[in-house]
């Protein structure tokens, strides 16, 4: 279903010369099979993280909500974000 609404905002913006990020390719890369694993580096390098993961979670969380999030509200509040007026770039 996303990604036929992804080929809809494809020739959607087509049709009204803009450029919006949902598209086929933003689809494959959200419905893309990832795994990470440092087991590999801890084994061979000796690495170790500076903070696990349990507590790193909550800290990136809080992080995002101080730096990112009220920026992102704004953008999205004054239309700017999620559409790429292909006029105005050229």
């Known amino acids: ?25 933003t689809v494959k890369m959200l419905v893309i099979h990832r795994y990470f694993s440092i087991e590999n580096a801890k084994r061979d390098l000796g690495y170790r993280p500076l903070v696990e993961t349990e507590e790193a979670w909550p800290l990136t969380i809080d992080w995002f909500r101080k730096n990112w999030l009220p920026g992102h509200l704004e953008r999205m509040k004054s239309g700017t974000s999620g559409v790429v007026d292909m006029k105005k770039r050229n």
Do not use: D, E, Q
């Open 1 to 25: 279903l996303l990604m036929a609404i992804a080929y809809f905002c494809n020739f959607l913006g087509w049709v009204l010369k803009r450029k919006f990020k949902l598209n086929p390719f």
